[in-house]
């Protein structure tokens, strides 16, 4: 066998699997898609010839859709935004700087992540309401405490990838800045930051996720006030399986999906140049 | 400083924390006459209708005070005990006004979190219309912690066009409904003889008292659990053998709820269900008007009706609320006699007000049987706070299915339940 | 424990030796400096939580206890002698540990074969797989289950159909969520879906950070592909391998929303529950939250344990940076 005709076999192998693995995807918005009666048939087609809006109508009617939606935007922007400036300046400091207890601290953030999540939920709600009495829009039913949780919640996890992408950055240069003349601070913001870029955007990708997928918080904390509803909270009145409207199920799962699928698609390159970066150094 | 607030607040909240942390004592509360009056209601298997009657009732609230906007939170009952924990743990921010099931009613009674309605039922007009067996369900050591808005009996509903068509009677006993569901699947293979699942813990209770068994008993103050008495376990295998593949297969219905099993009726699939007033509406839309009828669930004797499980909402009024006059006012409204008939109209829900109810029944037949049922006696899950907590566990749920499934049999499984039953009562 | 291993390798952050003692003074006040946004935030709003869990833990804690109107007991370690009692929190902590270890295993196999294949083809085919596995990773946990038990719906699902057009008449019907096994199965696919691309683009970048020299001068020595992959790539992508491993179980062994959403609760009779379902099902939905605690402490250490367990096991062959 040759080496081109291997190759083509791999590239077919290849194209198959991501047709598989993009397949589930394909049918969620293919079923909300759908009309009513073909969804709900025992002779479920991969295509429709009759595409229809119907199932994204249903769902979008929601009251509030644009409020939920904006503050889901603003939990997740605000989440990353923060998430990326501490990670990356706790990432410097754990790579670029000597002190003792550092090595214990790493293993914190690995065991930090070891907590199950849905166990904090109840220390976490006491806390959330000590916060909110003295900082009011931290507390209990703003979004202010989502924002809080899911930041505590991403760091560990970023601040772990963001270090490799630190020492990446090859210690001669730090070196050479200082000899010119560049303070500490100076070498962080204008050059290491820029060069580390690329991780920074692999990091928040997971931040993105974490907060924009979250309802189990977003259904504690948020407890009587509509208006600060969560979107996967607001659409999750839709997954009702005993009633089998999968249509409008389908149609919030994509819609649930989109905004994290444009962020990835956008940052797709920085995240694997972005990793690759931090093996090679 | 964000950052120096924070800090400061929990070195203060550490300080503070060698102990878990307690709510302190519930707020007072107070009683202002504008604002936002937030409520929490039930969302339901069709909300559309109910939804209607709502708005209709905030409508008239809202334009009776000025100044005050309803906001309501639909609430689904599968995942309200986090909901109203929540609620319970900061009623700070808790909202005015909620619907509530009167199973879960000692429990929430126990969290302090409901206001002492007596007084507001007493001085409320139709508050001497309330039926007492009714009002009974919402009281707790003699105070009244809700206003009851509906009460939920089940009875049997059935196909007459397909029972016509085998030439089959409506069964007269448990024994016969099994053999009639039976006899069904085996003329029909793709319909269910009966829709029950093992999550449907209200369709199984009558089989349970019918059988003359008990879910528990009081004794001296603390409630002990009789699951595994030989009454209680011919009751619960009664129940349980309905999931079989003759009749109701544990494919499809060991995991199915009451609202399933309702729905898969409503949608054809079943000749029979046990289903409540309340689902009247789910029936007719589901395109069975006139082909199908109810009777009371029968017992184990020809003639005798099984004891039927008497549920129903109530309407309670959080004890922080900021506006508890208007949180009052709203619930009743909502019980008034005219929304009870809006919202037996939209529903079929069973009104809690005598005189309305006599008024129905004698111009709709279909609450006959309801009617007849309740006035057969009616039984009711222990009242004690650890019934939420058993309820949410899932603990009989869990003991049908090992039953149904055949992964444990039924005195094993009920003695595992009757262990976390009494756990729970215990503490 | 992993301590020394997670010292960076020591070339990185040389520092001549003359300087040393008067830098690390100097880096301990920046350092602290650097780390004080994080380091505030994470004592207050996970540290300090997961203090609390752990004091949580040894109290009768429940509904009424939080909300104040009932006095707080002290159990010492009650609760944990409780839970260890149970039969069924043995059964359900093994099928937790199978659970995972399949989850680990599966998107480990399929996420490193798949950066594998993606390195030896050209970019179009390659940029295809990037593309779905980024939205397999993308899609929301609740909405990949819904879509997962959609397609293998008993009546509606296209799987049964498929199955029941290609002669398996049987299939039509099927309830794939209904046996043990199968519904652990299929919640496994829908983890694996979602988990493998972590893994493909780790190793990805791996793969390209290995120098070509390395792998053409093996290719000129006339060693197969196999043999190159196995005696060449593995070895070198192995640091990347063990972080993409502790992240694997980590992440899998506290799998909550797919078994929840797609074994509607833990399955007929709790028979799909895992670890971190049972404790909401049991402790918090039941509102016995010392109870809940103690189980999350118990998952916590068993993870604690496990990841230790395995970071020894490769503790000479990698540096862990």
């Known amino acids: 066998m040759t080496r081109r005709r291997s190759r083509l076999l791999a590239e077919i192998v290849t194209v198959l699997v991501a047709a598989a693995v993009a397949f589930p995807l394909y049918w969620m918005v293919l079923s909300a898609l759908k009309p009513a009666g073909e969804i709900q048939s025992t002779d479920p087609r991969p295509w429709t010839w009759a595409p229809t809006l119907d199932s994204f109508e249903r769902v979008l009617t929601v009251d509030g859709f644009a409020r939920y939606f904006l503050n889901s935007v603003v939990v997740a922007t605000a989440v990353v935004a923060l998430s990326l400036l501490m990670s990356f300046l706790s990432a410097v400091a754990l790579t670029r700087f000597r002190f003792r207890g550092r090595t214990v601290l790493l293993v914190m953030l690995l065991v930090a992540q070891m907590v199950p999540i849905e166990a904090l939920t109840i220390p976490l709600f006491f806390l959330m309401r000590s916060v909110g009495d003295v900082v009011p829009a931290f507390g209990l039913n703003e979004l202010g405490s989502l924002v809080l949780v899911h930041l505590a919640f991403s760091l560990p996890f970023a601040i772990w990838m963001l270090r490799g992408f630190v020492a990446a950055v090859p210690v001669e240069l730090e070196e050479a800045a200082r000899i010119d003349g560049a303070s500490r601070l100076r070498f962080t913001w204008q050059i290491l930051f820029p060069l580390v870029l690329p991780g920074l955007v692999a990091t928040s990708v997971l931040a993105f996720i974490h907060a924009w997928n979250d309802f189990l918080f977003a259904k504690t904390f948020i407890i009587s006030k509509t208006e600060n509803q969560t979107l996967p909270q607001a659409i999750l009145v839709f997954f009702k399986p005993e009633e089998n409207d999968w249509g409008a199920i389908m149609a919030s799962s994509t819609l649930m999906t989109v905004p994290v699928l444009v962020f990835f698609v956008l940052v797709q390159r920085r995240l694997v140049s972005g990793l690759a970066g931090a093996v090679k150094g | ?427 | 424990m992993a301590t020394r291993e997670l010292t960076p390798a020591p070339a990185r952050t040389a520092v001549p030796p003359a300087r040393r003692t008067r830098r690390r003074g100097r880096d301990g006040r920046s350092a602290a400096l650097y780390l004080a946004p994080a380091a505030v935030l994470l004592l207050g709003v996970l540290a300090y939580p997961i203090y609390q869990l752990v004091v949580i833990s040894l109290y009768d804690y429940g509904q009424a206890e939080a909300a104040g109107n009932a006095p707080l007991v002290f159990l010492g370690l009650e609760n944990y002698a409780d839970l260890l009692r149970r039969t069924q929190f043995w059964v359900v902590l093994a099928k937790t540990l199978g659970f995972a270890a399949v989850c680990v295993v599966g998107s480990l196999a399929v996420g490193t074969a798949l950066a594998v294949l993606a390195s030896r083809v050209r970019a179009v085919p390659r940029m295809l797989l990037f593309l779905a596995a980024l939205g397999a990773w993308a899609t929301p946990a609740v909405a990949g289950s819904y879509v997962w038990l959609f397609l293998f719906d008993a009546d509606f699902g296209l799987v049964n159909e498929v199955l029941a057009g290609l002669g398996f008449d049987g299939m039509a019907g099927h309830s794939w969520t209904f046996g043990t096994y199968s519904a652990f199965g299929l919640v496994a696919m829908e983890v694996i879906w979602c988990s493998f691309p972590f893994v493909m683009v780790t190793m990805y970048a791996g793969i390209k950070g290995i120098p070509d020299e390395v792998v053409e001068a093996a290719s000129l020595d006339g060693a197969s592909w196999p043999r190159i992959a196995t005696a060449v790539i593995l070895p070198m992508l192995r640091p990347l391998l063990l972080i993409a491993t502790i992240q694997s179980i980590i992440w899998d062994f506290k799998v909550f929303t797919q078994i929840y959403v797609m074994t509607n609760g833990g399955g007929v009779a709790g028979r799909n529950l895992v670890l971190n379902v049972y404790a909401y099902q049991q402790a918090f939905a039941g509102q016995e939250y010392g109870q809940g605690a103690a189980i999350g402490v118990v998952m916590t250490l068993i993870l604690l344990s496990v990841t230790a367990l395995y970071v020894r096991s490769q503790r000479r062959s990698v540096e862990l940076t």
């Open chain 2, 1 to 427: 400083m964000k950052f120096r607030t924070i800090a400061a607040s929990l070195a203060l909240v550490v300080a503070a924390g060698c102990a878990p942390a307690q709510s302190g004592s519930t707020g007072e509360g107070g009683d202002e006459r504008t604002g936002t009056l937030r409520v929490w209601l039930f969302d339901e298997a069709n909300r559309d209708p109910k939804e209607k009657v709502v708005d209709q009732a905030i409508a008239e609230f809202e334009a009776a005070h000025e100044g005050v906007t309803v906001d309501v939170q639909w609430i689904a009952v599968e995942s309200r005990a986090d909901k109203f924990a929540g609620a319970f743990n900061d009623p700070a921010n808790a909202p005015d006004v909620a619907e509530f099931g009167n199973t879960d009613l000692a429990g929430y009674v126990e969290a302090g979190a409901f206001a002492d309605l007596t007084g507001d039922v007493e001085s409320w007009e139709h508050g001497a219309d309330l039926l007492p067996d009714v009002l009974d369900t919402a009281t707790v050591d003699g105070k009244v912690y809700g206003i009851p808005w509906f009460t939920g009996i089940r009875a049997l509903y059935y196909r007459t066009d397909v029972f016509a068509e085998l030439g089959l009677e409506p069964p007269a006993t448990l024994a016969e409904l099994a053999e009639t569901a039976r006899a069904v699947r085996q003329a029909k293979p793709d319909m269910y003889g009966i829709s029950v699942g093992g999550k449907y813990v209200y369709a199984m209770l009558p089989f349970l008292w019918a059988s003359g068994g008990e879910l528990a008993r009081p004794e001296n103050g603390q409630w002990t659990s009789a699951l595994t008495s030989p009454e209680a376990i011919r009751g619960v295998t009664a129940f349980a053998d309905l999931i079989s593949p003759g009749i109701c297969p544990p494919e499809q219905c060991a995991d199915f709820t009451g609202t399933q099993s309702v729905q898969a009726f409503a949608g054809g699939k079943a000749a029979m269900t046990i289903g409540g007033d309340f689902n009247r509406k789910a029936v007719e839309e589901g395109g069975l008007k006139g082909k199908y009828a109810v009777v009371p669930l029968p017992g184990t004797e020809r003639g005798s009706i099984a004891p039927a499980f008497a549920g129903g909402n109530l309407l309670g009024v959080f004890g922080a609320s900021e506006r508890r006059g208007l949180g009052v006012e709203f619930a009743q409204l909502l019980a008034s006699p005219k929304y009870q008939s809006e919202m037996y109209s939209a529903m079929g829900n069973l009104p809690t007000l005598a005189s309305v109810q006599r008024e129905l029944a004698r111009n709709d037949p279909f609450l006959q049987p309801f009617v007849e049922s309740m006035a057969a006696g009616t039984r009711f899950v222990p009242a004690t706070p650890a019934w939420s907590q058993i309820d949410a566990q899932g603990v009989l749920p869990t003991a049908i299915q090992r039953i149904a499934t055949g992964e444990a049999r039924a005195r094993e499984a009920l003695a595992d339940a009757e262990r976390q039953m009494n756990e729970a009562f215990g503490g």
